[in-house]
Structures are given as C-alpha cells and as structure tokens.
C-alpha cells in the first residue's frame, strides 16, 4: 500500500507542476492588461523589464503550450486513475484543478493570439 501511496503523491507533483504555467502565465497577462488599462498609450504606468525584455515572448510562448501540458495532466490523470484514487479526496481535487486549468488556459489562448494581446502593453 506504500508504494501506491508514494506513487500517487509523484503523480499528483507532476500534475500540479503541469497546470503551474498557466496560473503563471494568467496572472502575467493580469497585471500586464491592469497596468495597460492605467495608461494605454503612456510609458508611464508600464513595467519597464528592461534587459529582461524577452520575458514577454517567453510568457507568449507558456500560454501556447499551457493546454498541451494540461492535456497531458488529464492523461496522467485517467491513465493512473487506480492509483490516484488511493488517496479519499485528492482525484476530485485534481481533476477540477484539471478542468479550471484548461478553462482559464483556453481564455489565455484566445486573449494572447486573438488578434492584439493588450496585456503586453502593460510591459515596456
């Protein structure tokens, strides 16, 4: 019974490291979009990145991949759904983690790449 135990504490790590970017990713596209909204054409609101400029396109990049690796969070999911089921409690909590993810990841999607994501504007 230990080794179910231990593994479904592996498998439920590795399913909350895949929904992480996109609560990253949510809440850099929040305070980008509040920080745009302050000011739209000033530079006076922005965060100014600097250096660190290429930040942008890295987060640009994690709403994109995001559903993927949420995807793979539900295989991982149904496929060890025995072991997961070991521990009362914590497979509802997942999947519904799961499925808010991949709500809030399809909002990111159609915000970042429907057309002009405002949310960059927010950082200069």
């Given at each position: 019974?230990?080794?179910?135990?231990?593994a479904?504490?592996?498998?439920?790590?590795?399913?909350?490291?895949?929904?992480?970017?996109t609560w990253?990713?949510l809440?850099?596209?929040?305070?980008?979009?509040?920080?745009?909204?302050?000011?739209?054409?000033?530079?006076?609101?922005?965060?100014?990145?600097?250096?660190?400029?290429p930040l942008?396109?890295?987060?640009?990049?994690?709403?994109?991949v995001?559903?993927?690796?949420?995807?793979?969070?539900?295989?991982?999911a149904?496929?060890?759904?025995?072991?997961l089921?070991?521990?009362?409690g914590?497979l509802?909590m997942?999947?519904?983690?799961?499925?808010?993810?991949?709500l809030?990841?399809?909002?990111?999607?159609?915000?970042?790449?429907?057309?002009?994501?405002?949310w960059?504007g927010?950082?200069?």
């Open positions: 019974m230990q080794g179910f135990s231990d479904a504490s592996r498998y439920r790590r590795k399913i909350i490291w895949l929904v992480f970017p990253v990713t809440a850099v596209e929040l305070l980008g979009s509040w920080r745009y909204g302050k000011g739209t054409y000033s530079e006076r609101y922005a965060i100014h990145l600097g250096p660190l400029s942008k396109w890295l987060a640009l990049a994690a709403v994109v995001s559903p993927m690796l949420i995807a793979f969070g539900f295989v991982i149904f496929s060890r759904w025995n072991v089921r070991i521990q009362k914590w509802p997942l999947l519904l983690l799961l499925t808010i993810s991949l809030l990841s399809t909002f990111s999607c159609a915000w970042s790449c429907g057309g002009h994501p405002t960059m927010g950082y200069k």
